[in-house]
Every structure is written in structure tokens, then in C-alpha cells.
């Protein structure tokens, strides 16, 4: 009776599912870091769990942040979500790195499919759960701010979407403690991840991780692009966005774009799986390769979702710390506009060894070089802004001039790899994994390290140490060129990518050597957080609460830091494309306006929460076949969508005498701060205030 009973409560789980009973029953070296990254991740869990207990910060986190609209309090948890997703991934990178190095003629002590099991979650964590939240994190942020917004224009949904890219995340981090992950790799390649080939739960867990994300994506790139449609300040024509403005819209019409073939490609996949479709099987009229071009459908334009953001950054601090405005603005914008247009002509050069034609490989490989051209616009323009301008190497400038130098090399690679012959010389090897991490380490990583160090004083009042931020900027540098430049050689040498372990001796050196930059790499993040830790415990001293601590360009700021809720009390009214700058220089950029109004701001919700909860517990439901679950979850999301429908005091408003009070208490501190020159911008005098030169 009991085994009736049992599969349909639990469904398919069984106690070898959790990898405690694993290690019990066979406690190899294998298994026990399986089980002590599980118990990693849980006592993780306790800890804070306990930790806000203890402290009794439930209902204050529940009240303003958890359930909050705020697209500030929005950004800084996406960003916190990512900073958590990218300790795992780093953790698993270096893993990868210690098993390659210790697994030439050995067996390592990593088995062939936990192998595949890292490089799985190591590749789906950083491209949709670490740098998607980071960089929808900084647009969350900045990007309202920067149009003279009070909000995104649908603040509900935006919180949605974060919840549900939660959820997602959630998801991957309990596939560590119940089950496993898939080995199709960040891809999900069929028939790797088809039923027949992996009937495990693993491809399950990939499939509604990614599902979660990718619907959370496609409502942000809607959210961001109707926002700065239809939500920027009387006078900011498109051209006279910021660049970064610019580098969301793009980001976020491609979103629209390229988010959509994926969630369909995980779709049929499901189908196939689970209701035996043959979308993507070799028999019964499917083929793998419309999952191929779906896929790279998404996955090409996704480079450029991770990497134009990053560019608006380079942009920003570029232009502010050498204190000259943005040299070339229109044909920038007229760069990413055809980046943007271009990365959606080039998904066959992922597949020029699977079989199409030589003219079709041909014309594949010139669209894709083609790229390179609007790309070197970029740099030429950066490197004019730099000439003749006050250059100052603060934290975010030295990421920006890392990456200039570092993605350059990573362009020359990319052509060599759109030549389809060196392709197919190359093709799976570690020179492909090289190149990769080549593009998107400075181009997606260093930009929004440099954005956290740019903009974090604006967030949350107080610089972040100057000291710790140049270590670890070095341990990135150094580690990136240890950890990937062997990369390039060992793969030229036919070292295939995804391998477990090799038999060239000849390897052995170049192994080491990506061994020692991955360590390195961990100290840079380490070095982050001990960074974290000081600025905090030094907060007092950093305070820049006036405001403006780099002589900002923008309209972010002119306001306190951090800015309060409704952003401006006034919204701005702009004549130009630096215009806070401008008026520094023109009069009074803090001439306190006549007289205040009630301001209406969205009131709080736990629609959000509740849908990216029920929304993982949904697709854990669904891993494991547990239906009743699945069913009593998809009813909830049903219910929680009409029962918000019948809701209709959705608005709060702040009384006018409140935001008197809290723009008095801004412009007093104004008055009584010392205005400092850029020379002095990173020392404690600093209290938000620069001073202005001609």
C-alpha cells in the first residue's frame, strides 16, 4: 500500500536523491564534495535565516525590501543575488581548474559526470544567474535615475520579475542538496538532455531554471524599454540620453527579441521529456538542429545583452574621470544601435562544423567579423575621450582601461574563430572556452564591477574602500590572464573543452598555470567582500551625502545619496546631454524649488514574492513529478493574478511636509559641506560635494 502511496506524495524522490545518503553509502572523495557543498549551501541557509531571527529584522525586511516596488531596492537585490550566484559559480570554476590540473594521466578525484555536473551549473549560473541579475540589477538602478524617472513605468512587474529570477536561482541551489543538475551543459544541448539519454532529474532542473529566467528577462527588457519610452524628464530627447540609457534600450529590446526563442526552446524540450513530443529526437520527424537554431537564436544576442550594458558603463566613468565630456556621442550610439541590429545575423557561426554549406558558412563568418567594426568605433571613441582630458585612476577607471585592453585581445580571437577553416581547426576545444571568457569576463564582469564601484555611493551614501578595491582589481587582472591565456594554447594544442581529464603530458605546465589564476580569481572575489566589510565598518568616514563624490555628469547626481524614494521632488527639466554638469558650471544645480506637492508612489506588494516562491516550488513540483504540488501551485499563481485584479488602492502618497523635510535636511548638509577638487575625491573629505572648474 505504502508504495502507491509514497510516488504520489513524493513522486520520483528517493533517499539516494540527497547526496548525504550518497556519501553514507559511498564515501568516495567524489562524493563527499558533493555532500559538503550541499551542506555548504545549507548551513548557508540556517545561518541567515537564524541570523535575522535572532537580529528580529523580519518585518523590517519584509516591509522595505522584500515586498517593496522601489526600483533602487530592486537593483541592489539583483545585484545581491548575482554577487551570491557568482560565489557558487567561482567555487565550481575552481574545481574545474584543480581536477584539470591534477587529472593528466590520473583520474583526479572528481568523477567523469560530476565533472559534467560543474560545468553545467557553472555555465547556466554566470550567463542567467549572474550576469543577467547584475546587469538587470545596474538598469534597475540607474537607469530611472538617469532619465529623470520617479520609477520604472510598471513597478509591479518589475518586482515580479525579480522574484521569479529568485525563484529560478533557488532552484539551481536546491538541485545541490536533492538530485543533480543536468550535464548538457549551460546550452542544454539534445540528445544529451533528451529522455532517452538522461532520464534523470538533472535536464529537468536546467529546463524550468532557465524557463523562470528567461520569462523574468523578457518582462524587464519590456519594462526598461517602455520606461524609457514613455517615462524621461520635459526635455530629454533621445539624443541627449546618457549612454548608458542608450545601451539599456538596445539591452532591453533584445531582451524582447531573444529571450522568447529560448523560453520556446526549453518548452519543446519539455514536452519532449515529458509527454514523449519529438521536437528534437532524431526519429518520428524531429531534429536537433531547430533546437540548435533556436537556441543561438537567443544565445547570440545574449553576448550582446551581457556586454552592451557593460559598454554604457565604460562610457559613464570613462567620460567622468577624465573629466571631459563623451567624445563621439552620435556615432556611439549609432555603434550600439547596429550591435544591437547585427547580433541577431550571426548564430550560425556556433554550428559551422554541423554541416551547412561553405557559402552559407561564408556569409555567416562575415556578419560575424562584421561586428568588430561598430566594437572598434567604441574604443577609438573611449580612447579620444582619455586625450588631453584630467585622467583619474580611480576603481572604476582602472576596470575600464583593463577592458579596453583585454577585450581588444579577445576581438582579435573572435575574428580568427569567424574564419569557418580555423573554426573547424579549433572548434570544442579549451581556445573556444578562452575566447569566451575572454568577451565576457572585461566585458560583462569588469563593467559591472566598475558600475558597483561607480555608482555604490549613490546607493548607499558611502564610498567604497579605495584600498581593497585596487586588490582585488588586481587579483581579477592577473588571475583572468593566468587562469585563460594557457587556455588559448592548450586548446591550439587539441585540448577538448568539457574534458574531465587529458593524457598530453605536454598539458600538464599550461594546466597549472590556469590552476594558480583560478585561485587567484577566488581572492578577487574574496577581496570584494573583505572590501564590503571595511567600507561598512567605515561608512562614517565616506559619507557622501550631498551627493555628487566624482563631479558627475548626470542627472543621478543631483540628488542626495542615497536619493530618496520619489527620486526628485521636482522632476527635472533638461537642456542638454551632460545636464547636471552643465549646471554646476551655469548656477545653481540645488536651488531648492518654491514649493512642494504630494507625490504618489506605488505601495508596497507580495504579489512579487509569492509568484517567484510558487513559481520554484511549481518547478521543483515538476522535477520531481510530485503533480499534486504542481498542480497547487499553478492554482495559486492563477489565484494571485485575479485576486490582484480586484485590488485598487495600489497608490500611497507622500505628503508635501515630508518632502520638505527631507529635501531641508539635503540642502542644509549641501550648505554646510566643503566643495573638494578631484585630486582629493577619494579621501575622507570627500562628502559628496565637488568643486567646480571651468
Excluded at 19 to 45: H, K, L, S, Y
Excluded at 276 to 286: A, C, E, P, S, W
Excluded at 295 to 300: D, N, Q, T, Y
Excluded at 455 to 463: D, E, I, L, Q, T
Aim: charged share 15%.
Amino acid at each position: 500500500m505504502m508504495d502507491g502511496i509514497w510516488p504520489a506524495v513524493l513522486g520520483r524522490f528517493t533517499w539516494s536523491a540527497l547526496p548525504f545518503v550518497r556519501a553514507w553509502q559511498n564515501p568516495t572523495i567524489n562524493e563527499i564534495i558533493g555532500a559538503g557543498a550541499a551542506m555548504m549551501v545549507i548551513v548557508g541557509a540556517a545561518s541567515v535565516i537564524a541570523l535575522i531571527t535572532i537580529k528580529g529584522r523580519w518585518r523590517y525586511l519584509w516591509r522595505e525590501w522584500l515586498t517593496s516596488l522601489d526600483h533602487k531596492k530592486i537593483g541592489i537585490m539583483y545585484v545581491v543575488l548575482a554577487f551570491v550566484m557568482l560565489s557558487r559559480a567561482l567555487v565550481e570554476a575552481v574545481l574545474m581548474r584543480m581536477q584539470q590540473a591534477a587529472a593528466v594521466n590520473a583520474p583526479g578525484f572528481v568523477e567523469p559526470d560530476h565533472f559534467a555536473q560543474l560545468f553545467s551549473t557553472h555555465g547556466s549560473i554566470m550567463i542567467f544567474f549572474m550576469a543577467m541579475p547584475f546587469l538587470t540589477g545596474i538598469i534597475n538602478y540607474v537607469m530611472p535615475l538617469q532619465i529623470g524617472a520617479r520609477d520604472v513605468s510598471f513597478p509591479l512587474l518589475n518586482s515580479i520579475s525579480l522574484w521569479l529570477t529568485g525563484g529560478a536561482a533557488g532552484l539551481i541551489m536546491v538541485s545541490l542538496v536533492i538530485g543533480r543538475f543536468s550535464t548538457g551543459g549551460w546550452s542544454g544541448y539534445p540528445p544529451y538532455t533528451e529522455l532517452a539519454f538522461s532520464p534523470d532529474v538533472g535536464p529537468d532542473y536546467w529546463i524550468w531554471a532557465v524557463t523562470l529566467g528567461s520569462i523574468a528577462s523578457t518582462l524587464s527588457g519590456l519594462n526598461f524599454a517602455v520606461t524609457i519610452y514613455k517615462e524621461r524628464c520635459p526635455g530629454m530627447t533621445f539624443m541627449r540620453m546618457p549612454l548608458f540609457v542608450w545601451t539599456a534600450l538596445c539591452t532591453s529590446i533584445l531582451m524582447i527579441f531573444a529571450m522568447p526563442p529560448l523560453t520556446v526552446a526549453t518548452a519543446l524540450l519539455a514536452l519532449d521529456r515529458y509527454v514523449g513530443f519529438h521536437f528534437f529526437t532524431n526519429d518520428l520527424g524531429g531534429n536537433m538542429m531547430n533546437y540548435a537554431n533556436l537556441f543561438w537564436l537567443f544565445g547570440h544576442p545574449e553576448v550582446y545583452i551581457l556586454i552592451l550594458p557593460a559598454f554604457g558603463v565604460y562610457s559613464e566613468v570613462v567620460s567622468t574621470f577624465s573629466s571631459k565630456e563623451l567624445y563621439g556621442y552620435t556615432s556611439l550610439v549609432w555603434a550600439t544601435m547596429t550591435i544591437a541590429v547585427l547580433s541577431f545575423t550571426v548564430w550560425v557561426h556556433h554550428f559551422f562544423t554541423m554541416g551547412q554549406s561553405a557559402n552559407l558558412n561564408a556569409v555567416f563568418g562575415i556578419a560575424t567579423m562584421t561586428i568588430g567594426v561598430p566594437t572598434g568605433v567604441k574604443i577609438y571613441d573611449w580612447i579620444w575621450t582619455m586625450f588631453r582630458g584630467e585622467v583619474r585612476f580611480t576603481v572604476p577607471m582602472l576596470y575600464s582601461l583593463a577592458f579596453m585592453m583585454t577585450f581588444v585581445l579577445g576581438g582579435f580571437t573572435g575574428i580568427l574563430l569567424a574564419f569557418p577553416p580555423l573554426d573547424y581547426l579549433v572548434h570544442n576545444t579549451l581556445f573556444l572556452i578562452a575566447h569566451f571568457h575572454n568577451m565576457l569576463i572585461p566585458g560583462l564582469l569588469y563593467g559591472m564591477l566598475a558600475a558597483t564601484h561607480y555608482w555604490f555611493p549613490k546607493a548607499f551614501g558611502f564610498r567604497l574602500n579605495e584600498k581593497w578595491g585596487r586588490i582585488a582589481f588586481g587579483c581579477w587582472v592577473v588571475g583572468f590572464y593566468l587562469a585563460f591565456m594557457p587556455l588559448y594554447v592548450l586548446g591550439a594544442g587539441g585540448a577538448a573543452r568539457r574534458s574531465q581529464a587529458f593524457f598530453e603530458p605536454a598539458f600538464r605546465p599550461w594546466l597549472y598555470v590556469a590552476g594558480v589564476g583560478a585561485l587567484i580569481l577566488a581572492s578577487g572575489l574574496a577581496s570584494l567582500f573583505v572590501q564590503l566589510w571595511v567600507s561598512m565598518r567605515d561608512r562614517d568616514a565616506n559619507r557622501v551625502f550631498v551627493g555628487d563624490p566624482w563631479d558627475g555628469r548626470g542627472l543621478e547626481w543631483s540628488t542626495s545619496a542615497p536619493p530618496p524614494e520619489y527620486n526628485y521632488a521636482n522632476l527635472p527639466v533638461v537642456a542638454g546631454r551632460d545636464p547636471f554638469f552643465d549646471g554646476k558650471r551655469k548656477g545653481d544645480p540645488y536651488g531648492a524649488p518654491e514649493d512642494y506637492h504630494d507625490i504618489d508612489m506605488p505601495r508596497n506588494s507580495m504579489v512579487g514574492p509569492v509568484s517567484g516562491t510558487v513559481g520554484a516550488m511549481l518547478g521543483f513540483g515538476l522535477v520531481w513529478h510530485i503533480w499534486w504540488l504542481s498542480i497547487l501551485c499553478l492554482v495559486t499563481l492563477i489565484g494571485t493574478v485575479i485576486a490582484r485584479s480586484f485590488v485598487r488602492d495600489v497608490q500611497r502618497v507622500i505628503p508635501a511636509a515630508d518632502i520638505a523635510r527631507i529635501e531641508q535636511r539635503w540642502h542644509d548638509a549641501i550648505a554646510q559641506a566643503r566643495a573638494i577638487p578631484r585630486e582629493r575625491e577619494t579621501m575622507t573629505v570627500n562628502e559628496g560635494l565637488a568643486e567646480v572648474t571651468v
